[in-house]
């Protein structure tokens, strides 16, 4: 999610979303325990390695984009929606209040702010946001060296933010006012 100031109006921001989903699939079940996977011979404890995406401590879990994933396909369109209407009916107005007003500068100068979003899809379709990191954290130089087509991913979504900061032309990114418009969400 991208939130940019309008040029014309300091006071309204708009909301973009970036249209490549970055997903992380578990690799261990949520539910497993230590007994079930045998990592630390606690019996029936929480398997540590058993948590949302598993990023965390396990090998198991890779970088991979929404569209590289089959099985979650189907969920594209809800995903888009969930995100636009999450963050124009609840959020917007806290962000708008949280927007500081600077003196205005010799140049204009658009501010903007990326934010990463960790969701939680169930396997009947419910989406939970878990939470929002303002700075969300880029993926290593290894990641990226390892995963080519991640690589070209994050080369192409840092070209389209900067063409979107600048107000040009840009691919890459929906509007989430069109998005829920598109939904038939209107209010």
Do not use: C
């Not at 099985?71 to 806290?94: G, P």
């Amino acid at each position: 999610m991208v939130i940019v100031e309008r040029p014309e109006n300091d006071e309204v921001l708009d909301l973009y979303i970036y249209e490549q989903h970055e997903v992380r699939i578990a690799g261990v079940p949520v539910n497993a325990t230590a007994d079930d996977d045998g990592d630390d011979g606690t019996k029936g404890q929480r398997n540590r390695l058993a948590h949302i995406t598993n990023g965390a401590l396990s090998t198991q879990t890779e970088r991979s984009l929404m569209s590289m994933e089959p099985e979650l396909q189907r969920y594209r369109n809800s995903l888009d929606v969930f995100i636009a209407e999450t963050f124009a009916k609840h959020l917007l107005a806290d962000i708008s209040r949280r927007v500081q007003q600077h003196p205005p500068p010799a140049q204009p100068i658009r501010e903007f702010a990326v934010a990463g979003l960790d969701l939680m899809v169930t396997t009947d379709g419910r989406w939970y946001l878990l939470e929002v990191n303002v700075h969300p954290g880029a993926p290593t130089q290894s990641m990226a060296e390892s995963n080519p087509a991640f690589a070209q991913h994050m080369k192409t979504f840092w070209k389209s933010l900067i063409d979107l900061v600048a107000g040009n032309s840009v691919t890459g990114f929906q509007d989430a006012f069109a998005v829920l418009e598109q939904a038939g969400i209107t209010s």
